[in-house]
């Protein structure tokens, strides 16, 4: 919405926030956008019945009127810093199609098929797994962007896309594994392939859960001797020929305004793994498996089965720990059974990765009451200090004091070791030459297609 | 017309018990549908996830489960809408269908036109060196599964000679071209006949062997005629009839075989969608997908008897 909005300001309680229209938004099929859609758009996102899938996220909001046609006043139930990037961010339905509808029908009508919206281009047809074609929106407010047509075609096969790029067929591929991008990469050095890459920071953090229910786990220096024990950068290095980045902590570093990389470190260093390891009185078995008491230090590791990084990292993840004393074993489920055990706690150790919101803040994920099934806590991880801290940051408005909180929070997570944090994820995409753009546009989070209104086709 | 119509009536109840099978296998395998929340990434609250699973009827047995599905299917012929996209499963069947069913008619077609020449010869030349080399690359072939096959043929004909794609059902912006269609078709055709010629193969053979040793024959050579004669007037027709019952019984394994080549060659088909609707635990897409194989093969079985009652007159039913 920071584009159909002029402005939006709050009370300094932070409760009561105006949002400002542009005068001249108008839906694709010319009908002028105003407020009165917003108003509709929050009346069925906040009605159970609608069935929104996000609704929860939006909890504090409590009322939304209009104000005039280009004016829309959000009345909050408590404050909370996520709204700018959150509410404001969801798409504005229209209420001339859709109102007259009842909530429970919503998700049943084709408006999915066909939607109506404000943005520069329009869906024209949409073959399913196949393709999706765009075409310029003509009652835009900006204008009327260059490139005349956009087919996104839907390609499976990786080897398939590459072939694509190098025989100049396709402009764009977005989001391409490591592999391709090696090839790509190669094959642009060469003079196969004309095309620009791009490898920007994502959203994404990728570790390995940790479940604290699990004997032994819920041990501060097990999990500290197992980020020490395990040789996370060569593993990483060697996967991604050095570059991908290796995580520090839960705030992935494509969150350039948050990411604080002043956190305690874990080299890998086995002989501060195994002295550790003997301090807290865990001494080798006859198996070469340390134990203390009833418990032996013995765990299945989860992969989701769909290949990928995970099954080359899980093997060595296993050899290191073996290295100090640690037995893994590795169990490959399907993804759907992957998330049931994981969110069931029926699981010792778990790869996986989490992020993806533009905001750092933690709560569902790291908050004591959020364990799973209530939230989104699967480690059923249980710190007073990384509380308070989540609790202030959402409270917070100005941004140098959530800043603070929030390495705040990077730094204790980085000491109390949730998850066995491996690396942070890397969007990688190929860009014909011919196709001419601001490459400052490609921001983490929001991929290439920002600013796709102010492509231009040229000469390679 | 009667047999017919006793038969169908008769695959109401084989279809009732497939369907309670199937239902059952998918209602007691680990793993909900993710698909309806399967992006963590927008952290969808666990409460809206119960509320889902609870719009769904998905936190019931899965046998009320069941009943719900079959209730919608007799009263409304509704096979229900995906978990994925909300859209109903008939509509994303009936357009990823006519893939499918291009290449599998394209793979029985020449399965039929190579293995029946070569059963046929191998039978006449028994224990020939012909006759072996063809049983032991029928039993290689055989031996191969389809989706290593698939592979295999992938890195040599696309990857290393690119000779052909390595996937897809059309190039891009090649939609609706009936030659970019068949060039894409190559090696997942290629890939299913081969597997599928052994069997082929071995039975028009066994079939063969059979007639040449009728007394009928002899007789034709006793009255003069030539051995093609023999051969292709008197033995063939009758050595091909037990083959128009395989067509019925080859349409399970084809069925199946799709499923992997489409997977492994990325053709959004039938056999794609379905592999998807397992891993994302789409109920409704999963279940409308076994009952249309299961009808199939049931048509086809159906098919095949009345061809062979139509082919060979003294075969009667009643």
């Known amino acids: ?460 | 017309m009667a047999y017919i119509l006793r038969r169908l009536l008769g695959a109401i109840p084989l279809l009732f018990i497939v369907s309670v099978i199937s239902y059952a296998l998918m209602g007691l395998a680990p793993g909900g549908p993710t698909a309806i929340f399967a992006t963590q990434t927008r952290r969808m609250s666990p409460a809206a996830r119960a509320e889902f699973i609870h719009a769904l009827g998905l936190d019931k047995p899965w046998y009320v489960q069941y009943f719900y599905w079959l209730k919608n299917l007799v009263l409304h012929g509704s096979l229900g809408y995906s978990y994925v996209d909300n859209r109903p499963v008939i509509a994303k069947i009936l357009e990823r269908l006519p893939v499918t069913i291009e290449m599998l008619s394209l793979a029985l077609l020449f399965t039929v036109l190579i293995a029946l020449p070569i059963g046929i010869y191998s039978a006449i030349k028994r224990n020939s060196v012909f006759d072996y080399a063809a049983t032991v690359l029928a039993f290689a072939s055989y031996g191969m599964p389809v989706f290593w096959l698939g592979i295999i043929l992938i890195d040599a004909f696309a990857v290393q000679l690119r000779w052909f794609p390595t996937s897809g059902a059309n190039s891009i912006g090649g939609e609706g071209n009936p030659t970019d269609r068949l060039y894409h078709l190559v090696l997942p055709v290629a890939t299913l006949t081969i597997v599928s010629l052994a069997a082929w193969i071995r039975y028009q053979r066994g079939a063969m062997l059979n007639v040449l040793g009728e007394l009928y024959l002899r007789t034709a050579r006793a009255k003069g005629l030539t051995e093609g004669r023999v051969i292709f007037g008197h033995a063939l027709r009758n050595a091909l009839l037990p083959t128009i019952t395989l067509l019925g019984l080859s349409l399970p394994g084809l069925f199946s075989g799709a499923y992997f080549i489409e997977y492994v060659f990325s053709i959004p088909g039938m056999g794609y969608l379905g592999i998807n609707a397992v891993f994302q635990r789409d109920y409704p897409t999963v279940m409308a997908l076994t009952m249309l194989t299961a009808v199939l093969v049931i048509l086809g079985n159906l098919a095949a008897d009345v061809a062979y009652g139509l082919a060979d007159p003294r075969i009667r039913y009643d």
């Open chain 1, 1 to 460: 919405m920071p584009d159909a909005a002029t402005s939006w300001r709050s009370t300094p309680d932070g409760l009561h926030w105006t949002v400002d229209l542009r005068h001249d938004l108008r839906f694709s099929d010319g009908v002028p956008l105003t407020s009165k859609d917003v108003v509709f758009t929050w009346q069925a996102a906040l009605d159970p019945a609608t069935g929104y899938p996000y609704r929860g996220q939006f909890f504090y909001i409590k009322k939304v009127t209009a104000e005039g046609p280009y004016r829309v006043r959000f009345d909050l139930s408590s404050r909370n810093a996520l709204f700018v990037l959150g509410a404001l961010n969801v798409p504005i339905l229209p209420e001339h199609i859709l109102g007259r509808i009842p909530h429970a029908r919503i998700r049943a009508t084709d408006f999915g098929e066909r939607p109506v919206g404000s943005g520069p281009y329009v869906l024209e047809s949409w073959k399913h797994d196949e393709n999706l074609t765009f075409v310029p929106n003509p009652h835009w407010f900006g204008g009327t962007p260059t490139v005349k047509r956009m087919i996104f075609q839907i390609v499976l096969n990786d080897q398939a896309r590459t072939d694509a790029m190098e025989q100049g067929v396709a402009d764009v591929d977005d989001a391409i594994p490591p592999s391709a991008y090696q090839i790509l990469q190669a094959d642009d050095k060469s003079g196969r392939a004309n095309v620009l890459l791009l490898h920007i920071p994502d959203l994404y953090t990728i570790f390995i859960q940790i479940n604290f229910h699990r004997p032994g786990l819920g041990d501060l220096a097990v999990r500290r001797a197992m980020m020490y024990g395990w040789d996370r950068k060569a593993m990483v290095d060697g996967y991604f020929r050095g570059d991908e980045q290796l995580a520090t902590s839960i705030t992935p570093a494509g969150l350039r305004r948050w990411y604080d990389p002043n956190v305690m470190q874990y080299p890998y260093d086995p002989a501060r793994a195994n002295a550790l390891l003997d301090a807290a009185g865990y001494r080798r078995g006859p198996d070469g498996v340390r134990r203390k008491g009833g418990v032996r230090l013995a765990y299945t590791l989860d992969l989701q089965g769909n290949g990928g990084a995970g099954q080359d990292f899980g093997a060595e993840f296993q050899a290191d720990m073996k290295a100090i004393g640690i037995a893994i074993s590795i169990r490959t489920l399907d993804y759907a059974t992957w998330v049931e055990r994981t969110n069931a706690g029926e699981y010792a150790l778990a790869y996986g990765g989490w992020g993806g919101t533009p905001d750092p803040d933690e709560l569902t994920f790291l908050g004591c009451d959020q364990a799973s099934p209530i939230g989104n806590n699967m480690s059923y991880y249980c710190d007073p200090r990384m509380d308070r801290v989540l609790e202030a940051g959402l409270k917070t408005l100005n941004y140098a004091k959530r800043r603070a909180l929030y390495d705040r929070m990077q730094q204790i997570y980085a000491e109390d070791v949730p998850d066995l944090y491996l690396y942070y994820d890397y969007y990688r995409a190929a860009v014909s030459r011919r196709v001419h753009f601001d490459v400052k546009t490609a921001l983490p989070g929001q991929y290439l297609w920002r600013d796709v209104q102010h492509w231009q086709l040229g000469p390679l």
